[in-house]
């Protein structure tokens, strides 16, 4: 995989001579830089990056110099996020700008005065959603559906989850988001995206993220896509910190991959598709939009494969808050509470002792927002299935069914594997989510509400009041008063 190239420099001395690179494999043709949050530099043509400067009075072969960035000028150096591009043509030039027909099935407010979102405290699940079948075109963006979020991106606050499913490429079409950063989960069909930066292949089981402000284009080599979205506003994905976890584990830095520099000389019509506050609008062009020769910088789209997640949960007894499977988190405009941490669930060990394994009754202030990639979902108060998703409102009770409770308290508690050959998935989401009208109204895959889900959980203490009395008069203490009706 590896392709640094050693050469003789010298007697006896073997050098590097290029940076490590992640090499093409059978699912993915392409050639990546790796480092998240590195600061990069490449050139598909050699000697196009200048020296020194970011825009001289002319670079070589008459290109342009362009930035894009997703931070502002006076951000503090450790936050800053820019690019530049070496490009062909600068990006203006562009034609009219008109608006697309609205798509009511795309949603970016969350407010109470829109009349397409809905709050409930109800929680939701949803079989796996539609593929539309081959009658009807329907590419990346036509197939954007929202689910729920909360915040407006005008405000640069808050966020949305949307599913996507599409059976034909973008042809000559590129859309670029002003609204958020998109974290894009493949769930079924490999994802081929061109952007400015160059070409990612992202597989079910691999996380893309494309930030707001970055022109993209999605081909479907597997023929269909379909897959998840958390679009977050105002804010972007970061690591989580490590804490007493130390310097290793989690998702580790190395395992985010960015495309090379890669472009193409096309003189023909394009469409540019823009997402502003969820409304589309559209330009067209006479050029590529991926004209990019040269690019460096930080603010670039990544791939990370969800398999190469080192899981540190409990290796004694009791268990770890789920942020133990945080993979990348996005902050929020409160000191010290995030927007939302995605969470990734791969197969490990469960060994703990004299623990309840599996997840203990909670209420969270957060909402959680599930899905499984591939793979058999083993939790017992929820359908989800690949290709589904679940939605517990923050705040509501959950857990465990009543079986698997009595289950999981009788056990002979033995090293097991679990999660095997599973990925799962939650949008850890800190605040309340509202829903679409489309979530709850027109997907064709809504679950019935699960009203009687744990009616049947019997009160065990009631099965030991004649020992409670017993303990109570022997320590001296009142004897205990029950209210029966
Ligand atoms: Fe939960």
Redesign the pocket.
């Known amino acids: 995989m590896p392709s640094v190239i050693s050469q003789a420099t010298g007697p006896g001395r073997l050098s590097a001579t290029l940076p490590f690179a992640a090499s093409p494999t059978e699912s993915d043709p392409y050639v990546y830089q790796c480092g998240f949050g590195n600061r990069f530099a490449t050139e598909a043509l050699p000697g196009v990056l200048p020296n020194s400067c970011n825009t001289p009075q002319r670079l070589k072969y008459d290109l342009v110099s362009e930035q894009l960035n997703g931070t502002p000028f006076v951000s503090p150096r450790a936050s800053l996020l820019h690019a530049w591009f070496y490009r062909i043509q600068p990006s203006v030039v562009h034609g009219h700008i008109r608006n697309l027909p609205p798509n009511v099935d795309l949603q970016a407010v969350f407010s109470k005065s829109n009349p397409e979102i809905l709050c409930s405290p109800q929680d939701r699940g949803w079989d796996p959603f539609p593929i539309p079948d081959a009658e009807k075109d329907i590419d990346f963006i036509c197939g954007l559906k929202t689910i729920g979020g909360h915040g407006d991106p005008t405000t640069k606050d808050g966020l949305a989850i949307h599913i996507f499913a599409a059976n034909c490429d973008m042809q000559n079409r590129a859309f670029c988001n002003h609204d958020g950063d998109m974290l894009i989960l493949p769930q079924q069909g490999r994802l081929d995206i061109q952007t400015e930066y160059g070409h990612l292949m992202v597989r079910p089981g691999e996380l893309v993220v494309l930030q707001a402000g970055m022109r993209f284009t999605v081909s479907l080599p597997d023929g269909l896509g379909r897959g998840y979205i958390q679009e977050i506003y105002g804010s972007h994905y970061e690591l989580p910190e490590l804490g007493p976890v130390g310097s290793n584990g989690m998702a580790l830095p190395r395992d985010f991959e960015y495309p090379v520099a890669s472009f193409d000389i096309d003189r023909s019509q394009w469409q540019v598709v823009v997402k502003l506050a969820g409304q589309l609008f559209s330009y067209d062009q006479n050029h590529t939009p991926y004209d990019v020769v040269a690019w460096h910088g930080n603010y670039a789209p990544y791939k990370y494969a969800l398999e190469k997640f080192i899981n540190t949960a409990t290796v004694d007894r009791d268990q770890s808050d789920p942020s133990i499977y945080c993979v990348l988190t996005a902050k929020s405009k409160m000191p010290g509470v995030s927007l939302s941490d995605f969470l990734v669930f791969t197969p490990k060990w469960s060994v703990t002792r004299n623990t309840f394994r599996p997840?203990y009754y909670?209420r969270?202030v957060a909402t959680?927002i599930m899905g499984v990639i591939y793979g058999t979902w083993g939790g017992s108060s929820t359908h989800l299935s690949p290709g589904g998703l679940t939605y517990?409102p923050s705040y509501m009770p959950?857990g465990e069914s009543y079986e698997r409770w009595k289950e999981a308290t009788a056990a002979d508690l033995q090293p097991a594997r679990v999660g095997e050959d599973t990925m799962g998935f939650m949008m850890h989401v800190s605040g309340h989510c509202s829903l679409t009208k489309y979530a709850l109204e027109r997907t064709g895959c809504l679950q019935p509400v699960q009203e009687a889900k744990w009616d049947d959980f019997e009160p065990g203490l009631l099965k030991h009041l004649d020992q409670i009395k017993a303990d109570l008069a022997e320590a001296g203490l009142p004897g205990l008063s029950t209210i029966t009706k």
Do not use: L
């Open positions: 997840p909670h969270n959680e517990e959950h």
